[in-house]
């Protein structure tokens, strides 16, 4: 049985990778600043930032899945997730990390993401940019167990649930009728698939509904 956490387990994404792993029969902690908010029995309430490396000892791997949306908060994206490499440091537990889909490469030069189109919202650039840098950031430490799972394009917080899904790469990948969608739902598959089966160690993967 795996024995998981999930940071910043109240939000949208942290509540459904919560409820998807419970539903598997893995040992789940959630962790939160509020009260439980998720379907977890076992709950932690505390800040990110305040966590230690005794806080998650002895788990198999950590979801990180903070969310920042305001500017004023936007570069905590990196502080906590680089926190979390901190402490994880040099162990076997494996960070997985709620990524965002403005970073996917639209060429395979790897030389342009999808926040750089000329239709990508103004609204989301500022957001684009603080978890491409979170991402940036991950690919320099090679002393943690770290994968960073980006959503498609249109990330629908109460899409359906199909249970099927692509895994991808790097690059934003279309489905067969040329969407680049997929649901909260379909996306805790892919994360939970990824904890009990996948091996993207320092890795960016990504996913599409099928």
């Known amino acids: 049985m795996k024995k998981i956490a999930v940071v910043a387990a109240n939000g949208k994404a942290g509540r459904l990778i919560v409820k998807e792993a419970v539903e598997r029969g893995m040992d789940v902690t959630a962790f939160a600043r509020s009260e439980n908010k998720t379907s ?7 800040d990110i930032m305040d966590l230690t490396a005794e ?32 402490i994880l440091s040099g162990t076997d537990v494996r960070l997985l990390v709620v990524g965002g889909a403005g970073s996917l490469y639209v060429n395979p030069e790897h030389t342009a993401v999808v926040a750089d189109g000329p239709d990508f919202p103004d609204m989301f650039k500022p957001l684009a940019a603080a978890q491409g840098n979170e991402l940036e950031e991950l690919r320099k430490r090679g002393d943690v167990k770290w994968t960073f799972v980006s959503p498609a394009g249109d990330f629908q917080t109460d899409g359906e649930r199909t249970g099927e899904y692509i895994l991808a790469g790097e690059e934003l990948t279309l489905n067969e009728r040329g969407e680049s969608i997929i649901s909260y739902a379909d996306y805790a598959i892919a994360m939970v698939d990824e904890i009990e089966t996948g091996n993207h160690v320092q890795q960016r993967i990504s996913v599409v509904r099928k």
């Open 55 to 86: 806080d998650l000892a002895g788990f198999d791997a950590v979801v990180d899945a903070f969310g920042a949306w305001t500017e004023d908060v936007l570069d905590q994206h990196v502080a906590t997730s680089q926190h979390l490499c901190d």
């Open 40 to 46: 977890a029995e076992k709950f932690v309430q505390a």
